[in-house]
């Protein structure tokens, strides 16, 4: 009987299985040697073109910056564009750098305080005075003021108003919006004499030296009003404005240089600085400083302080050699005056500030505002300075929650002195 033919298959089948498995094998370790080469060799790609990439953007790094130091060390730019374009770049780099530092450093609190404070006088017929602060995005308040609608040793025409902005403490702040006033009644000859305000400052900066404990300074800007004339001595960067309004324009002429004009109800008024900031950017000021030891930069007094003229900040007077005018930080103010009873126009108020205020609005910016709040929406003093403080106070940014521009984060102080 032949043998069956399907037994020998299955037994050919049974001897071929080990060796089907070992090719199988083979080919799946071959693919993967395969894969695994490929993605070397992909690896590799990837890492040689991001290595060009990293020297292509380190090689326009370093042209940008060699432009950029070659731009700033040119003495004198050969065109005016080119110098305004320096000085824009050095501004917006100074800007970053400081708003990196206020975030670092946390000055802010976490939502602005906006509790509105005020104070008013109204006791002296020939006055309406009103104050309004609000605390802001700072962690303190450090801004203080004085109203003395009656001033001592003075006739009934006369009032003495002063605002102080502190910085790094607010003791020198206090002890001006206290101490002040009788040293500036004391600082002159009788009724309606003009105040010696350099000597009632270099008082007041002696008793700050001697009182202050907490290392802080602060401007000062001081306004005595009389019959006469409004004058104004200043140090630092709070600033006074003087409005009137034009009533004759034939009698009152043309403007003069440096008084601007604005409109508001259809009716014009003339906006006269009372005050300048004190910068140590500013010629006459940087000249002293360097002659005194020191240097500015970041328009800052040894790159730290942002006035270079204040009450207290006795770390920046101490060079005995020198006088008290002449160190880097001098408590000398700037007295402007502007004469009253002239021919086409009326005196109506007088504001006072600091730069809280004034960093968000120019002279004539912040004398429209109070105008419009007066005139069109018939707002009385103590809502207007509510309103001047709300239009300046910086919104917080809907991201960070922090407060959106660098203008509008510091204490802010205003005062309208309505001449009756």
């Given at each position: 009987m032949p043998p069956k033919k399907h037994n020998n298959k299955n037994n050919n089948n049974q001897s071929n299985k080990p060796h089907d498995k070992k090719h199988k094998k083979q080919a799946e370790e071959d693919e993967f040697e395969k894969l695994l080469s490929d993605l070397t060799k992909v690896t590799k790609q990837v890492g040689q073109e991001k290595e060009k990439q990293q020297q292509h953007d380190e090689q326009i790094r370093a042209e940008i910056q060699k432009k950029h130091e070659d731009l700033l060390k040119k003495k004198e730019?050969?065109?005016?564009?080119?110098?305004?374009?320096?000085?824009?770049?050095?501004?917006?780099?100074?800007?970053?750098?400081?708003?990196?530092?206020?975030?670092?450093?946390?000055?802010?609190?976490?939502?602005?305080?906006?509790?509105?404070?005020?104070?008013s006088d109204n006791s002296n017929p020939h006055f309406k005075a009103t104050v309004g602060a609000m605390q802001g995005w700072r962690n303190s308040m450090e801004d203080n003021h004085f109203i003395h609608v009656h001033l001592a040793a003075g006739d009934a025409t006369e009032g003495l108003f002063g605002v102080f902005d502190g910085h790094s403490g607010k003791q020198s702040a206090d002890l001006c919006s206290k101490q002040l006033p009788a040293l500036c009644a004391a600082k002159r000859s009788g009724a309606g004499a003009a105040i010696d305000f350099e000597a009632a400052y270099l008082a007041m900066d002696a008793a700050l030296q001697r009182d202050v404990k907490d290392g802080s300074g602060c401007t000062a800007v001081v306004v005595h009003v009389s019959a006469g004339a409004v004058r104004c001595a200043s140090v630092g960067d709070s600033r006074a404005v003087?409005?009137?309004?034009?009533?004759?324009?034939?009698?009152?002429?043309?403007?003069?240089?440096g008084v601007d004009e604005v409109t508001v109800a259809g009716r014009t008024f003339r906006v006269h600085a009372l005050a300048h900031d004190h910068k140590p950017e500013v010629e006459a000021e940087r000249a002293r400083i360097v002659a005194a030891g020191g240097f500015v930069e970041d328009n800052r007094v040894n790159g730290q302080l942002a006035m270079s003229r204040a009450l207290g900040d006795f770390s920046y007077k101490t060079n005995q050699e020198r006088g008290v005018d002449a160190q880097l930080v001098i408590p000398v103010p700037t007295v402007l005056e502007v004469p009253r009873g002239a021919a086409g126009v009326a005196d109506r108020f007088v504001v006072l500030a600091c730069d809280g205020i004034f960093d968000v609005l120019r002279n004539e910016e912040l004398v429209r505002l109070v105008l419009e709040k007066k005139l069109e929406a018939q707002l009385d003093n103590v809502q207007c300075c509510e309103a001047v403080c709300r239009h300046c106070l910086a919104p917080p940014d809907g991201a960070s929650g922090q407060p959106s521009r660098a203008e509008g984060t510091d204490n802010m102080t205003v005062m309208i002195v309505d001449l009756e």
């Open positions: 730019p050969t065109h005016r564009l080119e110098e305004e374009l320096v000085k824009h770049q050095r501004k917006m780099e100074f800007q970053d750098l400081l708003r990196k530092l206020m975030m670092a450093q946390r000055p802010f609190l976490d939502a602005p305080k906006e509790d509105f404070s005020h104070e003087l409005c009137q309004e034009l009533v004759d324009a034939a009698a009152a002429g043309a403007a003069a240089p």
